[in-house]
């Protein structure tokens, strides 16, 4: 089993920045392809950002190219999703999830493990 905890989220202004952290304990994430995704209100989770277990590949969301990049730290057992340019509509719940693969996937359904979710809100 695999427990992951989220955290960094909060309020910014647009324009602004954030830093997602993602800590998992239980057992090494070292194998496991992580991703981030994300709920606004009253909609459909979302893919926003997947690695692979190695951290050699990342697949970013066509929505936030550019602005947000994933990353992972398997010594210490964290992933980070960097959060620049934020704008009203990143407002979600943003939450963590590890996949038993080490490849990389943009569907929710291909994750087993996943976080409680941070808040993120962004004001215009």
């Known amino acids: 089993q695999v427990q992951l905890v989220e955290s960094g989220g909060g309020l910014v202004q647009a324009g602004g920045s954030l830093r997602l952290s993602c800590a998992a304990s239980?057992?090494?994430?070292?194998?496991?392809?992580m991703g981030w995704f994300r709920q606004p209100p009253g909609k459909e989770r979302e893919f926003v950002a997947g690695v692979r277990s190695d951290g050699s590949a990342t697949t970013i969301s066509d929505s936030v190219k550019g602005r947000f990049t994933i990353s992972r730290d398997n010594a210490k057992n964290l992933v980070f999703l960097q959060m620049n340019s934020l704008k009203p509509e990143d407002t979600a719940v943003y939450y963590c999830a590890a996949r038993t693969s080490p490849l990389r996937s943009t569907y929710s359904s291909h994750y087993a493990y996943w976080g409680q979710g941070t808040q993120v809100t962004v004001s215009s």
């Open positions: 239980g057992r090494t994430i070292s194998a496991y392809a």
